[in-house]
Nanobody
């Protein structure tokens, strides 16, 4: 099995910064993409940022220039540096890891963390 654990959420004032971390562990052969999603109350979960195993990144338009995703492949960890936070960034942030693991060997499986709350006050 593979476990994905996020940390780093909290309450911050508008204009402030937070750094989220997400570590994957368990029966991992390799990790493909790692991504951050968020879900605001009453809204669908949306992609915030993604990073490939080679370091290519992709961002939602709403966070470009403010958020930065990075990863440490040796630690199976992905980070999300969030700057210039806005109240509309409030939500539960989920980490996704697309993993090749020993349960299926060949296929890629998606694993999710439990989520971490980010609240930005105005």
């Amino acid at each position: 099995q593979v476990q994905v654990v996020e940390s780093g959420g909290g309450l911050v004032q508008a204009g402030g910064s937070l750094r989220l971390s997400c570590a994957a562990s368990g029966s991992i052969i390799s990790i493909n993409a790692m991504s951050w999603y968020r879900q605001a109350p009453g809204k669908q979960r949306e992609l915030v940022a993604a990073i490939s195993s080679g370091g290519s990144t992709n961002y939602a338009n709403s966070v470009k220039g403010r958020f930065a995703i990075s990863r440490d492949n040796a630690k199976n960890t992905v980070y999300l540096q969030m700057n210039s936070l806005k109240p509309e960034d409030t939500g539960v942030y989920y980490c996704n890891a697309r993993v090749r693991d020993y349960t299926t060997i060949v296929n890629l499986n998606d694993y999710w963390g439990q989520g971490t709350q980010v609240t930005v006050s105005s």
